[in-house]
Nanobody
Framework: VQLQASGGGLVQAGGSLRLSCAAS????????MGWYRQAPGRQRELVAT???????DYGDFVKGRFTVSRDNAKKTVYLQMNSLEPEDTAVYYC?????????WGQGTQVTVSS
């Protein structure tokens, strides 16, 4: 299973970015897809998860600013991030799970300037 993320970049505080992550290498759908992030000196933390049936879960810090979605036919997960804050600066990693194995994308840098 391979995950290819894209869409990171530099944005001013209050701006928006949309991340995408396409999964490949499996004929089957992925029940769980989502995003984590890791800022320098901090542990990796959950941003958002979406199940194949559309149920979502978010980290507490999201506070309605981010929306996770997916296209099951394309095996792609998206993260729409609005009202970005400098504290959102981090490397964002998409992930999926197959049984007990977690697969990670390569990470995409999001930098929010004040």
């Amino acid at each position: 299973v391979q995950l290819q993320a894209s869409g990171g970049g530099l944005v001013q505080a209050g701006g928006s970015l949309r991340l995408s992550c396409a999964a490949s290498g499996s004929r089957h759908s992925f029940t769980v897809m989502g995003w984590y992030r890791q800022a320098p000196g901090r542990q990796r933390e959950l941003v958002a998860t979406i199940l194949i049936n559309g149920i979502t879960d978010y980290g507490d810090f999201v506070k309605g600013r981010f929306t996770v979605s997916r296209d099951n036919a394309k095996k792609t997960v998206y993260l729409q991030m609005n009202s970005l804050e400098p504290e959102d600066t981090a490397v964002y990693y998409c992930y999926t799970k197959r049984s007990v194995i977690v697969y990670w994308g390569q990470g995409t840098q999001v930098t929010v300037s004040s």
